[in-house]
Each structure stands twice: as structure tokens, then as C-alpha cells.
């Protein structure tokens, strides 16, 4: 029977991968935590995320996971690297973009860790494995958090289990990682403000033999398909047939949507289709109007949501979680304040408005309003559209390149940096260049202190700049 405390210093309330890495976080700080998730098992059929972005692989690698979530993935980098844009996956290539999404496989200076296409559903079970390791993590599994109570001088949580047994638990602090749906946002008050994408989307899982066996039009890591019927992007979840495709503009109530025909108008061919799983959805731009009340922060998705475009979604949700992580352990450790825990939303919430804005910028170019009649043509209408699409498709080159918006977090406002009182870099979206300025993290991975570097750095550690305690200053 699990035992479930009575009383724990942090409590969290959601165990997908916000929660998970704020538990590896204050655990592996030696804070004792619990976590609680109501899903039992991952749905591999779900791919959810499947980009694990550079910043999010430093995280990993310094908790000693990035070599195993490699060994996990089924989609090595070195396969492919580039986004293709076609019109379709046997028709003709358009334009690519070459090392999108941070997938090189040579060594850079700019960052410690390339990135990784990889499912949701294995990064959450490598992140449950690591955490529940930890002597100082406790998973609950099958429970959820019902209610929450936030005060003063800490949170008291209600917690249903899997046999409907019920359990109160004390908590001086909970971590609401418990996304769209959950309690921890209205038990502080908050609310969502923001928008939906204006075209909805059908995600398909499906295997296919002859997508393996007939040579396709490129090599590609995504390949964006722009038809004259249907637009949307396809991908490999591994190397042994199985792939994801999300159709762009197609309304599962509004109209008959077969996902066998739709994969075989996004193919360009009448192949093999074998469908696993299907989930239509709507993209969100939606952020939290405040990250915390007394005790409980928002972490991940319960604070902010963005479209998947760029694949900024999940690892914003793991950034959250190492800030308020290792700050949480500072302040129940004794070398900061509380006070300093005001900068978690300082610093963390203008990161979710630029990372909606990069994201939600991109639902002006889904692939359905750059469709042509003649867009495959073999003769010279084609090969024309094509070049003048090609031109048009640059507009899409800071949803594949944005290491400016992924590593190049500025908490230069934040009340725990220390200014040095010169100007600082003007933010950039597809661009990442080092600086030195407080508030800025070292990515370089030469630099011999880029292991513990300020609090926007690979190590989510505070160090050059950063004010935690009333009279401590780094220098």
C-alpha cells in the first residue's frame, strides 16, 4: 500500500514533465518532496512534444540523463536534421531549413548539448524513473490533488487515490504543475487570458511499410506537406515504420474526417496506413495573470499555453520548473529569503509572453494558406510557384532557428540580479550571442564556468550577479 505523508515541505500537484523535473530538481537539492500524478501509464500512441530543445538537454545532462534519453530516443540525430517543406512526401521539395530545432551532430561552442527529437511519452518515463531513484521524492501514482488551500503559513492539499481512499495533506509549499485542468490555479485565484488559433488541427499516429521502402522525396527530420487538398506536417516517431502527421484545417465535428485518406493526401500516394491513434485539438495562446499566491506557484501549462509550433511548449514548462526548483531549495535550506521567490514569476512569466509571441506569430503561416493548384506541377508553373514559395516560406525561419528566444532567457530585471549598470543586448528571436551581462546564463561550452553558471544558465544555479540573501553578493 503507498504511503502518502501527512506532511512534506513541497508538495506537487501534477507529475507530467513540469512536475517531474522540479522534483529531480529539489531532489536531487536533497528537499524532500511529493509528487502527485493521476496517470498510471503514457500513452506511447500520444506523442504529444517531440522536440527536447538544446536548453532542455543542458538541464538533463547536468541530472546525468541527457546520454540516456539519447539511448532511448528511436529517432537518433544523426538521421536527419533538416525541415523539408514539400508537397508531399513523394512529390517535390520545396525549400528546407538545414539544423532546425538545434539537431546538429558536431560539437558547438554556442551550447553544451544538441538538441533531440524524441516522444513526450519516453522523456516522462525516463523523468519518473530519475525521480522516484531520488531517496528524498516521493511519486504518488494514481492519485491526484482534488483541492487545494493556500495560506500564510503554508498549503493544505486533498488528495483522492486510485481506491478512493482521500488524504489531507500539510505542505509549506505546493507547485502547481497541474496544467489546464487543475486546481492550483483557481485555489490562488488566477486566470487564463488569451486566445485560440483560428485553424483547427487532427494529429494522426499510423504505421506505414512503404514509407520505409520507397525512397521519398528528401531527408528530413519534419516535412511540412503544402497541397492543393490538405496541408500539415508529418515526422518519424521511430525508423521502423511508425509516424505522426498533424492535418492543418480539417474540423472533426464539422466535417467526415478519415485519417487514412488524409495521410495518403499528405503522402501523395495511395500507400499502406495503419492508424493508431488520432486526437483533433486547437492551438492556445493563453497565460496566467499572476504565477503565485502565498504558498502555491504555477509551474508549466497551468501557468501559460503556446502552440507547438517552434516546439516551445514542453521545454518552457522544464525551465519554470528548475527556477522555482532551486530557489524553493534555497529558501528551505536557509541561504535565501523568501522574499527571493518573488522573482520566479519576475523572471519566468515574460519568458512565456515571448515564447506565446514567437509561437503564436506562426499560426499566420500554417501550411494551408501557402496552397496552390499547380504547386506540383513537373513543368515550368510548377518549378516557378515553388521558387516564389521558397521566398515566402523565409518568413517560417524563426520557428526552426530561435536559439535567441531557447538559450537567451535575460533575467537582468529580475530583484535577485545585481546590475552592473551598462546597457544589455536587445533581445533576439533566431540568434543566440553570449554575454556576460548579469541576468544572462553562459552557454558556451568552453567556458570553464558554464557548470555553474547565474540563474538563467544551463544549471538553473545561481552564481555571477545573483543576490539570493539579504547580505550575500557574488561578485
Known amino acids: 500500500m503507498t504511503i502518502v505523508p501527512s506532511q512534506v515541505p513541497v508538495l506537487i500537484a501534477g507529475g507530467g514533465p513540469s512536475g517531474l ?17 493521476p496517470r498510471t501509464t503514457l500513452d506511447p500512441l500520444r506523442p504529444r512534444a517531440k522536440t527536447t530543445s538544446v536548453r532542455t538537454m543542458e538541464h538533463l545532462r547536468r541530472w546525468g540523463l541527457a546520454d540516456r534519453l539519447r539511448s532511448r530516443a528511436a529517432l537518433p540525430v544523426a538521421h536527419a536534421q533538416d525541415v523539408v517543406f514539400c508537397t508531399g512526401l513523394f512529390g517535390h521539395e520545396i525549400t528546407r531549413f538545414p539544423e532546425a530545432f538545434g539537431l ?94 483560428a485553424l483547427p488541427n487532427l494529429s494522426i499516429t499510423f504505421r506505414s511499410r512503404e514509407l520505409d521502402e520507397r525512397p521519398l522525396c528528401a531527408l528530413g527530420v519534419h516535412y511540412w506537406v503544402i497541397g492543393a487538398e490538405r496541408g500539415g506536417l508529418m515526422g518519424r516517431l521511430d525508423l521502423d515504420g511508425t509516424w505522426w502527421a498533424i492535418v492543418q484545417g480539417i474540423d472533426v465535428q464539422a466535417e467526415e474526417a478519415d485519417p487514412v485518406a488524409l495521410v495518403r493526401t499528405l503522402a501523395g500516394a495511395e500507400i499502406d496506413v495503419e492508424v493508431l491513434a488520432t486526437d483533433p485539438w486547437s492551438a492556445r495562446m493563453l497565460l496566467a495573470d499572476r504565477y503565485r499566491g502565498e504558498r502555491v506557484f504555477l509551474v508549466g501549462d497551468a501557468a501559460h499555453l503556446n502552440p507547438p509550433w517552434g516546439g516551445h511548449g514542453f521545454n518552457t514548462c522544464v525551465g519554470d520548473a528548475v527556477n522555482i526548483g532551486y530557489k524553493l531549495a534555497a529558501v528551505l535550506q536557509g541561504w535565501a529569503p523568501p522574499s527571493s521567490l518573488d522573482s520566479y514569476e519576475l523572471e519566468r512569466r515574460p519568458v512565456a509572453v515571448r515564447t506565446i509571441a514567437a509561437a503564436g506569430g506562426q499560426e499566420a503561416f500554417l501550411a494551408p494558406s501557402f496552397a496552390a493548384a499547380d504547386l506540383d506541377d513537373d513543368g515550368t508553373a510548377g518549378q516557378v510557384l515553388r521558387a516564389q514559395l521558397a521566398d515566402a516560406l523565409r518568413g517560417k525561419d524563426p520557428e526552426f532557428h530561435s536559439l535567441g528566444l531557447v538559450l537567451g532567457y535575460d533575467y537582468a530585471d529580475s530583484p535577485v540580479v545585481v546590475p552592473d549598470g551598462r546597457g544589455r543586448p536587445e533581445p533576439e528571436l533566431t540568434r543566440y550571442r553570449p554575454s556576460a551581462h548579469p541576468g544572462r546564463g553562459c552557454h558556451t561550452s ?26 550575500r553578493r557574488h561578485s
Open 21 to 37: 523535473a522540479a522534483a529531480i530538481e529539489l531532489g536531487r537539492r536533497g528537499v524532500e518532496v511529493c509528487v502527485v500524478e
Open 104 to 197: 546538429w551532430t558536431e560539437p558547438r561552442e554556442i551550447a553544451a548539448e544538441a538538441g533531440q527529437q524524441v516522444a513526450q511519452p519516453i522523456v516522462e518515463e525516463l523523468l519518473r524513473e530519475a525521480a522516484a531513484a531520488l531517496p528524498s521524492v516521493t511519486l504518488l501514482v494514481g492519485w491526484r490533488v482534488d483541492a487545494v488551500i493556500d495560506g500564510q503559513d503554508g498549503v493544505k492539499a486533498e488528495l483522492a487515490g486510485p481506491d478512493g481512499r482521500r488524504r489531507e495533506v500539510h505542505a509549506e509549499y505546493l507547485l502547481g504543475c497541474d496544467g489546464i485542468a487543475g486546481v492550483s490555479r483557481s485555489a490562488i485565484g488566477s486566470h487564463y487570458a488569451g486566445s485560440s488559433g
Open 446 to 471: 568552453g567556458c570553464p564556468t558554464a557548470a555553474r553558471c547565474t540563474t538563467s544558465s544551463a544549471t538553473g544555479s545561481p552564481c555571477s550577479g545573483c543576490r539570493l540573501g539579504p547580505t
